[in-house]
């Protein structure tokens, strides 16, 4: 599985992005899909996740409420569309896919199989 990632730039405070990532191959319906973020500095965290076939939505408490997850199953799409930001969500964002996730696991790096490009994610104060 390849997977593209699109979107991304700066943007201030307070604005919107949307994050798009986009996998190769037949069986994208078969793998949770997760983002994930790397700051400066910092160890790469995790940002949100959604199971196969979009049952179960998960979020880091840091952007519950502002970011929002979803995926398109017949354009092997991911989204994460990102509103209100704050300038310590500014990093670099990835997103993964697994195929062997379960819920109690769906926040760590080691759960999934492979990873796309990074996008920069830059909010201005």
């Known amino acids: 599985v390849q997977l593209q990632v699109s979107g991304g730039g700066l943007v201030q405070a307070g604005g919107s992005l949307s994050l798009s990532c986009t996998a190769s191959g037949r069986t994208f319906s078969r793998y949770a899909m997760g983002w994930f973020r790397q700051a400066p500095g910092k160890e790469r965290e995790f940002v949100a996740a959604i199971k196969q076939n979009g049952g179960g939505t998960f979020y880091a408490d840091s952007v519950k409420g502002r970011f929002t997850i979803s995926r398109d199953n017949a354009r092997n799409t991911v989204y994460l569309q990102m509103n209100s930001l704050k300038p310590e969500d500014t990093a670099i964002y990835y997103c993964?896919?697994?195929?062997?996730?379960?819920?109690?696991?769906?926040?760590?790096?080691?759960?999934?199989?492979?990873w796309g490009q990074g996008t920069q994610v830059t909010v201005s104060s």
């Open positions: 993964a896919a697994g195929s062997r996730v379960i819920n109690s696991s769906i926040r760590y790096i080691q759960s999934y199989d492979y």
